[in-house]
């Protein structure tokens, strides 16, 4: 994470009060990571940074796209993200960072990294499953999509009713 150093926030230095920051994520970001599931990535992260008297609230909000993979059809598509996220970070005798909205540093700390503050924020807020809006509403056609439609099993109306072997079990109801 050395080539992250964009994101690292000294904050002994700032007076008390509302710092913003702005970051640009793209495929860099993710690569230093070891997450490679984006083709491609432009995101836009702006940072509220309240520093108070004994503590830090730090307000992230992401919006921009990612070009991934279609889970169905692997077609490439832009998925929208917007998301944000906020954490609160108090200073205590030892570090902890257990809680996922609470982050405790040790009371000599003068800087926080927040790249991966961002990193989980962006891919969390991915859907588990990525689906082209062309499928959603029809529109996209591929080779893929006809073949899983050709693969697909076929009700035939006469099976419809039940089958016989079954009917002797129900007459062990009665």
Not at 7 to 30: A, Q, R, S, W
Not at 98 to 115: Q, R, T, W, Y
């Amino acid at each position: 994470m050395g080539q992250l150093s964009e994101y690292l926030i000294p904050f002994v230095g700032l007076k008390e009060g509302l710092h913003c920051f702005e970051f640009k994520v793209d495929n860099t970001f993710f690569e230093s990571f070891d997450f490679l599931d984006f083709r491609d990535s432009r995101i836009q992260v702006s940072l509220d940074f309240q520093k108070k008297t004994n503590l830090l609230e730090l307000n992230f909000i992401a919006k921009g796209e990612v070009t991934v993979p279609c889970d169905v059809s692997t077609e490439l598509f832009d998925l929208s993200i917007d998301t944000s996220f906020r954490l609160v970070v108090k200073f205590g005798a030892e570090e902890n960072s257990d809680n996922h909205e609470i982050l405790i540093l040790s009371h000599g700390s003068h800087e926080i990294h927040v790249a991966q503050f961002i990193y989980e924020m962006i891919v969390l807020s991915l859907p588990q499953k990525k689906v082209h809006p062309g499928i959603e509403d029809g529109t996209l056609k591929s080779e893929i999509l006809e073949k899983l439609n050709d693969l697909k099993p076929q009700v035939k109306p006469s099976s419809i009713g039940t089958d016989p072997r079954w009917d002797k079990l129900k007459d062990l109801l009665k």
